[in-house]
Structure formats: C-alpha cells, structure tokens
C-alpha cells in the first residue's frame, strides 16, 4: 500500500494493467528503435569506410598520374558530400582522438598507405573535421579534407509511422485490458445490486473459462444465499407464528384468575412476550423487502395523515415543517418505517417530532427526533442489529422488543434509501434520518 501511494499507483486493475502494458509497449518500442538504428549507423559506417578507402585511393592514383597543370580542374570532379582534395599542406591541429576519425584515418591508411606517407590530424570545431596529408610522387603535396557523417538521415515518414504503430499498439492494449476486466466490473456489480431482497440479475456465465467460473461460482453463491436466508426466515416465522397459539391460551387462563399482585406480573410478561412474536413475524416479513410495487407518493399527504393518526390517538407527535415533495417508494413500507422511528420516539421520549428537508443532492430526509436518553455513540449502528437493546433506559420495560429498528433498517435497503442515528447537541434526545431520493 505504501509502495503504490509513492508511485502514484492507480486504484482501478483496469488502469494499472494498461498502464503496465503500455509502459512496457512503449519501453520495447524504444529499445527496440535504438538497436535498429544502432544496427543501421554501424552498418552503414562500414559500408563507408570501404567506399572511401576505395574511392580515396583511386582518386590519390589518378591526381598522381596526372600532369600538375591538370590536377587544379579534377578536384571538383573527385570530391564528395564527406571529402574534397586541397592541393597544398593544409592546416596542422590535434591528433585523432575521436572515433569515427580515427576510423576515416584508419580507411584511408589502409587504403594508400602502402604507397604514400600519410599523417592525420583533428581540426577544431563543434563536428568531427580532419585532414589527411600525404605528397605525390612528384613531391608536391595533396591534403584531404574530410567531415565525417554518422549515418543516413531518417526518412520524414519515419516519426509518423512510429507514432502510427504505437497508437495501435496502445489501442490494442486497451482493447485487451478492457475485455479482460470487464468481467470484474460485473462481478462487483452484481455484488452490489444483491440487496435484501437477494434478487440480483445473474451474472453472464461466458467469456474465458475463469471468468466462466468465476460467474458460475458467483450466481451458486447468490442463490444458496437466497435460500439458507428464506429457509431462516421461515423457521423464524414458524416458530413466531405458532407461539401465538400458547401465548393467547396462557392469556385467557390469567384472565379468569383472581386479581393479584402475580397474576398482573404475568399478564404483563404475556403482552412484552405477543409483542416481541409479533414483532418477529413482521421482521421476518420485512426481511426481502414489502411485495407492493414502488409508486409516486404525495409524501406531505402520508406524514399528515400518520401524525393525524398519532394524535388521535392522544400521542404528542408534531409535524414540524412540511416540504410539498413526491417520491417513489413503497407506500406502505415507508409508512411502517416512519411509524417505527415514531413510536421508538414516544416509547423512550415521551414525544415525537418530524422534520422534512431537501438535501443539496436533490434528495428528501425525513428526521424524526425525540428528546430521550439517547444512545451511546459507540452503539448507533449496533441497535440496528435484531432483538439488541441497550442497556440503560431503553429497556425491556419501556415494551421494547429490538426489533423496531432493525425492521426499518431492513425496509429502508428494500426501498434505495438510507437510515441514520445520531444524539442531538441542542437539549439532547435522538435524532433518526430516513434519506429518500426524489422524484423529479
């Protein structure tokens, strides 16, 4: 991790993987080039120095075999792009110490040393430039002035084709690490579509044999989830359901028994012990999500008629601010959500008061609050969790069965929304934020 946050490593595999090929295409193609022309320049370099150790030495002979008026009007005819003859001494300099010098040298001795005495020597200047002095036979003396060339110039097509070829190569690449990765991508949204409904769109099981794996493992893996979850679920219900039976028998015997102190006690231990199986039967339910088709709902018109509701029934639930906003949702589900945040307000805080707002995003909270003990901070995402209470105030006695919360939570995934707690800094008490998205 380290390693990658220094060298700027990208986050993506589809990135890292064309970055690496691409660098490693480009490294090639350099190398690649520069032993070309490496090739090239000494190659042709060698072709040279027999050329002019055949030219020089022929062109030497026939100035020497010419009359001494004559030679003047031949020396435009013998020079060459790198050379040209001076009849006379010259300019004295430094020896020879360049290399390709030294080879020009070496050439040309070579090629009429064994017929004349020949001395060299470097010139001053910014390229290699050396002159080669010898006499003829008639003693009069004959210089060669030579610029040695590295090669032969590029082609101007050269640098385009270059480019042309790395484009492609580059192309191609991406190409390639997309197909590849492409896979990947579709596992990782597969996985993230896999809500609590665990009704994820199978991933295609085709493309190379691991990926063809990879897919095949990944949709098993989806519906043994499914499966071991339902099969959960309905033992849960099972069992919630047929303890109602047992439970409503015990009712009736304490019914008929005489008033008492136990006999109260009892009666109350019924009711927490109806209320927690019917709050497992709804969990149970709530677990994939409400069955009701999502639609556009008047959500002004919902929260006054649930807070209608509440007051009615003498509870001091208050509508706040009112926001005249639709949203799609299940109607039902979101109005079992709000219910529970309420009635978790008014069990642990006397009160209830809802607040509507629209976010920066475009989307629509919805903040029920209450002015209760509140919950430890370290534990606001551990009260989702089933049949957890806390273990201060929020107790068995308030009528709490654990399962107030965590069923919202579960209906909140089921509708794309988020739920949230947090302490309230002003006066105290919780503060529950249900966090839709808009419609339109």
């Given amino acids: ?107 040309i001795t070579a090629g009429i040393g064994k017929s004349y005495h020949v001395t060299a020597n470097a010139l001053p200047g910014e390229r290699e430039h050396l002159q080669v002095h010898l006499q003829l036979s008639d003693g009069s003396p004959l210089t060669i002035d030579i610029h040695p060339m590295y090669g032969t110039p590029l082609s101007q ?69 499914a499966t071991y979850t339902a099969e959960r679920m309905q033992i849960l219900a099972a069992i919630s359901h047929d303890l109602q039976t047992p439970i409503t028998r015990l009712r009736l015997r304490v019914d008929v028994m005489d008033e008492s102190d136990e006999a109260a006690k009892m009666r109350q231990d019924l009711l927490e012990m109806e209320s927690l199986v019917k709050e497992g039967v709804v969990y149970a339910r709530t677990l994939h999500g409400a069955t009701e088709t999502a639609r556009r709902i008047d959500l002004d018109a919902l929260l006054d008629s649930l807070v209608c509701d509440y007051v009615d029934a003498g509870q001091a639930v208050v509508l706040e601010r009112r926001l005249p906003v639709a949203v799609v949702a299940r109607p039902e589900a979101l109005r079992r959500i709000i219910g529970n945040l309420v009635d978790n307000a008014l069990k642990f805080g006397g009160s209830a008061t809802l607040d509507v707002a629209r976010n920066a995003e475009g989307s629509v909270s919805i903040t029920v609050s209450d002015r209760g003990p509140g919950i430890p901070e370290e534990l606001l995402e551990q009260v989702f969790e089933p049949f957890y209470r806390v273990e201060n105030s929020r107790n068995r006695h308030t009528g709490g069965t654990g399962l107030g919360l965590a069923i919202a939570r579960q209906l909140t995934l089921a509708l794309d929304a988020t739920l949230t707690l947090r302490n309230r800094a002003d006066g105290g008490g919780l503060a529950a934020t249900l966090t839709l998205k808009a419609s339109g």
């Fill in 1 to 107: 991790m380290k390693f990658d946050r220094l060298l700027h490593w990208p986050r993506t595999l589809f990135a890292r993987v064309a970055l690496i090929l691409c660098v490693g295409l480009a490294l090639a193609q350099g190398l690649s080039f520069w032993l070309t022309m490496t090739e090239r320049d000494e190659s042709t370099t060698n072709m040279m120095m027999g050329y002019i150790e055949r030219e020089v030495a022929s062109s030497v002979a026939l100035l020497d075999h010419l009359p001494a008026d004559e030679r003047e009007q031949w020396l435009p005819r013998l020079a060459r792009r790198s050379y040209q003859f001076v009849l006379g001494q010259g300019v004295s300099g430094e020896p020879v110490n360049a290399r390709l010098s030294a080879r020009v040298e070496q050439s």
């Fill in 157 to 225: 097509w050269l640098p385009a084709v270059l480019v042309l070829e790395f484009t492609v190569l580059g192309a191609g690449c991406w190409f390639a690490v997309r197909h590849a990765a492409r896979p990947l991508a579709q596992l990782a949204e597969a996985a993230d579509a896999l809500g609590p409904d665990l009704k994820a769109v199978p991933v295609p099981e085709d493309g190379p044999s691991e990926v063809a794996r990879a897919a095949k493992a990944f949709n098993a893996m989806q519906k043994r989830i």
